[in-house]
């Protein structure tokens, strides 16, 4: 009688690979903290709104940093034009908020398609630079044309009609907080799709080596482009959701501070790992929120000290060290 | 049949004052084990590069298949059944050993680019992936990372991968290099296994490998061929002794 | 002189001084990112620094200003050293995300560390009385600070270039540049010379942070403020080139003091869209090489 390991079954590793896109019983556990936070903390919903959304920004964000291993310091450039593109639909009568979404993510897809094709082509400090220097741009475009993004003052005026004609945008925010919910669950499953498809495993590939996917025949360039274009979108919902939930648009949202602080905390969640985004934004927020106000300086050093003992240490972040943590856990 | 499995015709490349190959006119037949040899500095790597479009020629053609791909890009050739194996180990570190082969063949296949259908649901890619790995001994390396592997091991997976892109024309770029003694009979059995269909060129400084693998034996010094032949002419050619600082030991 | 000259003269002018200034502070960046490969972002930290140090020493101890420049500039590059030796060298063959995490988290803690000593306010320089008012040259007058500025950058200026060129130092900064091991191994010790490169470079841009004080006002946020145009003169000068990045300094100079002048309502657009065309055609910046 053959026992288990030599009954002529898969291979363990074949198995592995072939079973790792299932769902486990623990990807369920952000989406209940989430509806339990809206149950527990109905005065928060507000801060609870500004969270999903920078988790779905900075999940747009995993998707080209942390898989595809491009070094972005600009990525708020697709956030803002998301958020104005709404902005200024909204203002000029197009309030259905739902059409909205899309129109500013199709704005923000065509946005990265363009930009990718041009700088994608770099790589090192000046694809470094031209991601910054493309969102400076932006920056400036949109602080010039005043007559359209209100410039300086900020777009004011952005009203949005109830979503579905049923669910208006209430002053508690919990139509707010439910509306992004949603969106960044739609959002997680389109890109934990991508990121067990093919697709997302060439591009692990090309982060791990470009030169090695250039040698198995890969078009490295048509799927860096493809892969900045949707988190492009993503980002730009993520932007369009601000924009409808605070029915303002500053020009913060494109920012060099909010690119560089997306990055920050999704390398403190840990990059590359699909929850990142669900650990980091959270943590960095909450903190900032409890923190930065009352100990400015205090938490400004901190946060400093924290990304060089993160980039000395070279940990993937809060998931890398519970990782660490349930390995010596299993071994007692 | 007239066409070579790969030909470059009048290949030549320069930096400035600096020529790296000149005038270099060279044919692998369908089926051959051929070895490209040469003092350090020759111009090996290069001209491997040169071929597999790494470099751009400053003048002259490679054919691949009878076909000029001399302006295809990298990838494009190796869609075109080219495949090479560099001289240092270039893997995916983070990856699984079958992951690293299971890329190469999801590229060959053609299902690399599907954006919403599950990896692990691939049309068998896996499966295939792990019988490459059988086939060259390293299947219970299969789910260990590649930076976790001695340095041999990690060769083995080097040329797994290449044989993985079902290559008409295969480059193997010093597979000998860096690997033990004892490691690297495993890679010269695994080379002598490969199928006999495959051209298989080989860079090597390792003589007793070159002749123990190679049918005809191309002689490359500061970037233009000096002799080509037999590994008993070569052997034999009292220019190629003088190249070298030692005498190569004949078969 | 009719006001289209004069306007022209006041753009080259004061474009000739903001050059200065630009290209002493970044001119330490192009070679230590030539030289270590190390994309340092906060490195116009160093150049702060250096402006409140000077500023300080100046305004509380009544300290001369070229000793004061002095003892900037040595400090500065003193602590950098201590810096590059502790922490910085632990990174040379990281990947460049680290890299960037662990200089932008320098430029937090720098950042605090400022207000908390200096306050939230921008530290005015007071050049010292032989350097105030204006003196006459041809047909018009010029600020006589920034006519310092324009000829101390250029001595500066050439005392690197000779420097570079002439001496056993600068022979091995440009071998270890071109080729680093091609340059270990011909015995070149490369650790010391990171060291001593990246003190340099460091002392380097305090002195044109304290001198440029004028023109670039020395607060908090100075290092992320004045990223961009440091990298930009870095990155189209070319990484390791003391050349290029002077030319990028004097054509980011004069066009961001033109555009001012001339086309206010366009603000910096045009200074990027610029670099964006400049590093679209050269990848490696004007004088920069691929490595």
């Known amino acids: ?332 | 049949m007239s066409e070579g499995a790969l030909e470059t015709r009048g290949l030549c490349k320069s930096f400035g004052a600096l020529t790296v190959a000149s005038e270099i006119d060279f044919r692998l037949e369908p089926g051959a084990r051929h070895a490209l040899i040469g003092p350090n500095g020759a111009g090996k790597t290069t001209f491997v590069n040169l071929v597999t479009g790494a470099l751009s020629p400053s003048r002259g053609r490679v054919l691949l298949g009878g076909e000029d791909v001399t302006a295809l890009p990298q990838a494009r050739r190796v869609k075109r059944g080219l495949a090479r194996t560099f001289q240092i180990n270039t893997l995916f570190r983070g990856l699984s050993v079958l992951e690293n082969v299971a890329l190469a063949i999801g590229e060959r296949r053609g299902v690399a680019g599907q954006l919403f259908r599950p990896a692990g649901r691939r049309s068998g890619v896996v499966e295939e992936a792990y019988a490459a790995l059988e086939r060259l001994g390293i299947a219970e390396d299969a789910d260990r990372l590649v930076r976790e592997l001695p340095y041999g091991r990690q060769r083995l997976v080097e040329i797994a991968v290449a044989i993985g892109l079902d290559p008409k024309v295969l480059l193997l770029d010093e597979p000998a290099a860096g690997v033990p003694g004892a490691e690297s009979s495993i890679i010269v059995e695994t080379i002598q296994s490969l199928p006999a269909e495959i051209a298989v060129l080989i860079i090597e400084h390792d003589m007793d490998l070159v002749f123990r693998i190679a049918r005809r034996i191309t002689v490359l010094v500061q970037g233009s061929i000096l002799v080509e032949g037999t590994p008993e002419e070569i052997a034999a050619d009292p220019r190629v002794r003088e190249v070298y600082l030692g005498e190569p030991e004949p078969a | ?291």
Request: charged share 10%; aromatic share 10%; hydrophobic share 55%.
């Open chain 3, 1 to 291: 002189m009719s006001a289209a000259l004069d306007s022209v003269v006041s753009i080259v002018f004061h474009g000739l001084a903001f050059a200065m200034v630009l290209y002493l502070v970044s001119v330490g960046l192009s070679i230590t990112m030539g030289l270590m490969g190390f994309v340092n972002l906060a490195h116009g930290a160093f150049a702060a620094l250096g402006g409140y140090i000077a500023i300080t020493l100046m305004n509380d101890a009544q300290v001369p200003f070229p000793l004061a420049l002095l003892i900037a500039a040595l400090a500065v590059g003193g602590l950098s050293m201590v810096l590059e030796r502790t922490l910085y060298s632990r990174l040379y063959g990281s990947t460049e995300l680290n890299q960037v995490l662990f200089t932008i988290g320098l430029i937090f803690i720098a950042t605090a560390v400022s207000r908390r000593i200096w306050g939230p306010l921008s530290l005015p320089l007071r050049p010292p009385s032989y350097l105030q008012g204006e003196f006459d040259l041809l047909f018009r007058s010029f600020p006589a600070y920034r006519s310092f500025l324009i000829l101390a950058g250029a001595l500066l200026v050439t005392l690197l270039w000779l420097g570079l060129e002439r001496t056993r130092f600068g022979a091995q900064v440009r071998a270890a540049v071109d080729n680093r091991r091609m340059a270990q191994s011909v015995g070149i010790n490369t650790r010391r010379l990171f060291t001593l490169t990246f003190a340099l470079g460091s002392a380097l841009a305090a002195l044109g942070g304290a001198v440029g004080a004028d023109i670039l006002a020395i607060d908090p946020d100075y290092a992320l403020e004045h990223l961009v145009y440091f990298l930009i003169v870095v990155s189209v000068g070319g990484l390791g080139s003391i050349k290029g990045p002077f030319i990028a300094a004097l054509a980011l100079g004069t066009a961001d003091i033109g555009f001012k002048y001339l086309l206010p309502q366009f603000g910096a657009f045009f200074i990027y869209a610029m670099t964006l065309a400049v590093l679209l055609w050269r990848p490696h910046g004007l004088f920069g090489r691929a490595r």
């Open chain 1, 1 to 332: 009688m053959t026992t288990l390991a030599e009954a002529p079954a898969t291979p363990s590793a074949i198995a592995a690979l072939s079973r790792r896109h299932r769902l486990r019983l623990s990807e369920a556990l952000p989406w209940v903290i989430a509806l339990a936070c809206f149950f527990a903390f109905p005065e928060y919903l507000a801060l609870g709104t500004q969270i999903l959304i920078s988790i779905l920004f900075a999940l747009s964000l995993d998707l080209i940093l942390g898989y595809g291993g491009i070094v972005t310091l600009g990525q708020a450039a697709f956030f803002g034009v998301g958020a104005y593109t709404a902005g200024i639909l909204a203002v000029h009568g197009w309030t259905e908020p739902l059409s909205g979404l899309v129109a500013a993510g199709a704005v923000a897809a065509a946005l990265g398609a363009v930009t990718g094709l041009i700088l994608l082509r770099t790589e090192g400090l000046t694809l470094l630079m031209l991601t910054l220097v493309v969102a400076e741009m932006i920056r400036e475009g949109a602080n010039k044309a005043g007559q359209w993004t209100g410039g300086a003052d900020g777009l004011q005026g952005v009203s949005i009609a109830p979503i579905l004609g049923l669910f208006r945008f209430d002053i508690y925010r919990r139509t707010s907080y439910l509306y992004a919910l949603v969106v960044l669950f739609l959002a997680w499953l389109v890109v934990r799709a991508i990121v067990h498809s093919p697709f997302g495993r060439s591009l692990t590939g090309i982060r791990e080596s470009v030169t090695r996917m250039h040698a198995i025949g890969s078009p490295v360039l048509r799927r860096l482009v493809t892969a900045y274009a949707i988190a492009a979108a993503l980002s730009g919902v993520a932007g369009a959701l601000l924009a409808q939930t605070e029915q303002f648009v500053s020009l913060e949202v494109l920012s060099f501070g909010r690119s560089g602080v997306v990055v920050i905390m999704l390398i403190l969640g840990g990059a590359g790992r699909l929850y990142g985004a669900f650990v980091g934004v959270p943590l960095y927020m909450l903190a900032q929120d409890q923190l930065a106000e009352q100990f400015p300086i205090y938490w400004s050093t901190g946060i400093g000290l924290l990304l060089i003992a993160v980039a000395l240490g070279a940990r993937g972040g809060v998931l890398d060290l519970w990782d660490g943590a349930l390995a010596r856990m299993r071994r007692r």
